[in-house]
């Protein structure tokens, strides 16, 4: 009288290309694009990221079931995989955030750390006395989140969902429990993997606290988000300190 309720298992597109059901980011990523109807011929080369995530045993199985925009899926799934996109000379590029070498998946990742400037005081632009050449804006220690909570389905439990937090200990012994908002990454079904990017986002948030603001001139146009430059500032005492650009106003 009644039929019993079945589970199954479905190979999707590019599901061969990763362990366990999963499939290559990159891959995704541009196929996804193509999809959208995004001209192949504006996708950059993802080589370098995609060594990065296979060096880092990152791997995703997303599933696209409602109707959303296109950059609202992509955005979910760069958010979580330690990197971003960057438009530059006509092309959609994805930039890993890693700055350290990593090995595994048969391959070895390097970043390319090499600075595109080396910004000195002569540089900055000022408009008046008053106006720091370089200024530096610092987030206060205390204030950092020190547990991160990251929602994935694991597939070794039939793909339910569950949830793996990264706690910085020392941290929390100093300034107590500090919880940020739950990062829902349902694309990931790997609990190791989990547990690496819920780290990898309670790191960079504990971290990466300085923030450095200057105005230059358009001999710099070249520079794009992402890129490397050292910054030297005999006020602020900085000698040749390595920051990435985040953002450029024009």
Not at 33 to 51: K, T, Y
Not at 58 to 70: C, E, G, K, L, Q
Request: proline share 5%.
């Amino acid at each position: 009288a009644e039929t019993p309720n079945f589970s199954y298992l479905m190979a999707g597109i590019l599901s061969n290309t990763g362990p366990n059901n999963t499939a290559k980011p990159a891959s995704v990523i541009s196929d996804f694009l193509q999809r959208a109807a995004f001209p192949a011929a504006n996708i950059g080369d993802l080589s370098n990221a995609a060594n990065y995530w296979q060096a880092s045993n990152f791997y995703i199985s997303p599933v696209v079931d409602s109707a959303r925009p296109a950059s609202e899926y992509l955005q979910d799934w760069i958010s979580t995989l330690n990197a971003e996109f960057v438009w530059s000379d006509g092309l959609l590029k994805v930039m890993p955030y890693a700055d350290s070498i990593i090995t595994g998946g048969g391959i070895t990742f390097i970043p390319n750390l090499q600075p595109v400037f080396d910004l000195e005081d002569n540089d900055y632009l000022v408009e008046g006395a008053d106006e720091d050449p370089l200024h530096c804006s610092r987030t206060d220690l205390t204030d950092a989140y020190n547990q991160q909570p990251l929602e994935f389905h694991d597939s070794a439990n039939e793909y339910n969902i569950a949830t793996v937090t990264y706690e910085d200990s020392g941290h929390i012994e100093q300034n107590g429990i500090r919880t940020a908002g739950t990062v829902q990454a349902h694309h990931i079904t790997n609990a190791e993997q989990a547990k690496t990017i819920a780290q990898l986002i309670a790191v960079r948030g504990l971290s990466v606290r300085r923030t450095f603001t200057a105005k230059l001139g358009y001999q710099y146009f070249l520079l794009d988000p992402m890129d490397y430059v050292t910054l030297t500032d005999s006020g602020l005492g900085l000698n040749r300190v390595l920051a990435l650009v985040k953002q450029i106003d024009e």
